[in-house]
């Protein structure tokens, strides 16, 4: 499905930053929707929903390793078996930042590993350079 608008799927199980996150995306200054699949199963049936043409496929997904269900590692691996999905960019974001943990995500195809700051200046700092990075600076397909 062709892109109508800038959109994020966020695939994160914690409410409070789902909306710190939706938060930092709308004072940005671009106008993103931002989407939220609270788990794995969700994030996996609203993508492929989305890629058979049952909603719009999303410009970046955001995802958090450690989900309800099924995990972040599992959802990666089924974005990146699906040829229409594996165009989307995915970016890894956690509370982690083990060297196990990026090599993993990286060899799963992910193409993006950032660590969640644990203070909120940070935090919104950091999700708005990920959403600067992919909506200013790349070249996003269509």
Known sequence: MIQQSLTILLVEDNPAVIALTRETINDGGLSI???AARD??????????????????????ILDLNLPLKDGREVLEDIK??????????????????PEDVADVYG?????FVTKPVDLEHYAATVKSISDYW????????
Do not use: Q
């Open 33 to 35: 929707r931002l989407n």
């Open 40 to 61: 794995g199963v969700e994030a996996v049936d609203l993508l492929k929903a989305a890629r058979d043409g049952r909603g719009d496929l999303p410009s970046l997904i």
């Open 81 to 98: 078996a699906d040829p229409e999905l594996r165009k989307i960019p995915v970016v890894v974001f956690t509370t982690s930042n083990t």
């Open 108 to 112: 799963r195809y992910a193409n993006s």
């Open 135 to 142: 909506f200013n600076t790349v070249t996003l397909p269509a």
